[in-house]
């Protein structure tokens, strides 16, 4: 068994690297200490299992998870916290692995031979479940064999065509494998649909037009770029901007 | 928070429910001494003392319950009014309850003039006299009822509150994240460094001990940060260089007293909320001023980008907290005594203001 570790304390991850050395048949590749530095070292280093924890500064243990399961050769995950409130529920209730910290040796030897993959779908709803209210800062591109992460507050507007969803942001665009209707529902608070192709950021509106044939279109800041409205949300539209 | 919700409207009224039934049985059971009482008191205004009883116990019974009765319909809407205005209201109802019976025994009486009745002498003779009298009766008993019920439901609602310090002062206490974390770096350490494992352990305890007293008592300012110094010692094993600590408290009178636990969780809360949730960590201010007269203490930390606008529901319970415990150490000082929150370029400030207050004056 391949792992890395992913812990933002450092006893913490000696701690856990001195149990996984005791148990044998378990390969520390690598030690993260954020969620970003976790996501390159999965791409990288492709481990078996992450034993990843919940709380840590920048990118969310749940958030890394979210990302990491978009990759095809994806880890298992077994989270570890030292008190996780309401996400400990919501793990037991989606039959997610977890461990309470300080993690017992037997417990780990466990956790690691009952180690699995989780699909997003389980991870949405721990986090429904939960109550946590947690949407994405980031939303994840794949680049051959990396992942590249693109801040949600960058994004001016996700275009779908008939597979892939385009996310346009600051830094030009990029192929993202998730339904435009996901991410509307998750992104709901900033994001608005103006048609059935495309959702725009709401703080980067800066205008919306109208055609003598009743035709609106918005216009996006920081771009030139001109996006139709369809009739079916021009209403929706006008009133949140409006509103 | 704390308001009522609308289901129990009149659960901080001062009058009990009447329309229970354990209300009426304690109302028969009352009335019924009071009738022994009377009873045997009076001289006896015939020879049978238990004619006597029946008598009075059949009258008081009527009023008695015919009173529970009308509080127990009128005391929703009496419980919307002031407290002036619902015991003046119950004194009107009780007091028109009494003349309701007076003035219907009488009639009874007269109505059944002759026979038994009258050979017992049961019924009263002088009409005004018998239903003033029972009138100006009912007035003062119904007055020192109502009066009790508003001590009573006083003296509970004073328990309720002092509960609620309680809660307050037992909120104010270390998070159990905290506790969780630190026995997984004590677990972490007794592999690598025993002899920092056994400090930590020290530490905690010494935490602890000052966590679970009681966190309505005062303390001295140097005891206050030397818990808070301990804080510090077990998240730096945690957080490692991620968290600095600059204290510039040099100026402050050290024997001042405050309530305890007030600047460790605003420590706690720096940590929790900013250091923890920045990449490279960062630094927190403590700084302390003096003026001869009040002490400001005042808490800086860095908040990571996202979390600037946001404000934690958790970290406001814990700031309000704080407040709270400092507005009531201070009552007669509201102006002095108090927290200050603000947001500067990233920076998350805590302002704490209260009087500098030596032993002596607060050993009275």
Request: net charge negative; charged share 20%.
């Amino acid at each position: 068994m391949r792992l890395l570790i992913v812990d933002d304390e450092s006893p913490a991850r000696e701690r856990l690297r001195g149990m996984l050395g005791e148990l044998g048949d378990c390969e520390v590749i690598g030690e993260a200490t954020n969620g970003n530095d976790a996501l390159h070292a999965c791409a990288t280093l492709k481990p078996d299992i992450v034993l990843l924890d919940v709380r840590m500064p920048g990118l969310w243990g749940i958030e890394v998870a979210q990302h990491l399961a978009t990759l095809e050769e994806a880890p298992a995950v077994i989270f570890t916290t030292a008190y996780g409130d309401h996400a400990i529920e919501a793990f037991d209730a989606q039959a997610i692995g977890y461990l309470l910290k300080p993690i017992r040796k037997e417990k780990l030897a466990r956790a690691i031979k009952h180690a699995a993959r989780i699909s997003t779908p389980r991870l949405m709803q721990a986090t429904r479940t939960a109550n946590l209210d947690h949407c994405r800062e980031y939303v994840c591109a794949k680049l051959a064999d990396q992942l590249k992460l693109i801040p949600v507050a960058d994004v001016y507007y996700f275009a779908a065509d008939q597979k892939y969803v385009t996310v346009h942001h600051k830094n030009g665009e990029d192929l993202i494998d998730e339904p435009l209707k996901d991410l509307g529902d998750e992104f709901a608070a900033g994001f608005i649909r103006i048609h059935r192709n495309a959702l725009v950021a709401e703080k980067y509106i800066a205008g919306i037009e109208r055609d003598a044939d009743g035709q609106y279109t918005v216009r996006l800041r920081e771009t030139a770029v001109a996006l139709q409205v369809s009739r079916r949300h021009a209403g929706e539209l006008l009133r949140r901007i409006r509103g | 928070m704390n308001a009522p919700r609308r289901t129990e409207p009149d659960s901080s009224f001062f009058l009990p429910d009447f329309c229970a039934g354990s209300m009426a049985l304690a109302i028969v059971l009352i009335v019924e001494l009071v009738a022994i009482v009377i009873s045997l008191g009076r001289q006896a205004i015939h020879d049978n003392f238990w004619v006597d009883l029946a008598c009075t116990s059949m009258f008081l019974l009527w009023v008695g319950l015919g009173c529970a009765m009308v509080l127990c319909r009128a005391r929703p809407k009496l419980a919307r009014m002031s407290v002036v205005h619902a015991s003046l209201g119950a004194l009107l109802l009780l007091i028109g309850v009494v003349g309701i019976v007076s003035e219907a025994t009488f009639q009874l009486g007269s109505y059944l003039s002759g026979g038994l009745a009258a050979e017992l002498e049961i019924f009263p003779e002088h009409h005004a006299a018998f239903v003033f009298r029972n009138i100006a009766i009912g007035f003062i008993v119904s007055s020192l009822a109502l009066r009790y019920f508003y001590v009573s439901a006083e003296w509970k609602h004073t328990i309720e509150l002092e509960a609620r310090a309680r809660i307050h002062a037992l909120q104010a206490r270390i998070r159990p994240h905290f506790l969780f974390n630190s026995m997984n770096t004590i677990a972490a350490l007794t592999r690598s460094n025993p002899a920092v494992a056994e400090e930590a352990v020290q530490d905690l305890a010494d935490l602890f001990r000052a966590n679970l007293s009681d966190a309505r008592q005062r303390i001295s300012l140097r005891e206050e940060f030397d818990v808070a110094k301990v804080y510090q010692r077990i998240e730096q094993l945690r957080l490692g260089a991620r968290l600095q600590v600059n204290w510039r408290v040099d100026s402050l009178p050290m024997d001042a007293q405050l309530p305890s636990l007030i600047l460790q969780p605003l420590l706690e809360n720096a940590i929790y909320h900013g250091i923890e949730r920045l990449p490279n960590g960062g630094q927190v201010d403590i700084e302390g001023s003096y003026d001869g007269v009040s002490i400001r203490l005042q808490v800086t930390n860095p908040l990571p980008v996202n979390e600037r606008t946001a404000e934690h529901n958790g970290n406001k319970l814990a700031l309000d907290n704080i407040a709270q415990r400092l507005e009531l150490a201070w009552p007669e000082a509201l102006q002095t005594a108090g927290m200050n929150i603000s947001q500067d370029n990233g920076q998350y400030i805590v302002q704490l203001r209260f009087p500098y207050t030596p032993r002596s004056h607060t050993a009275s």
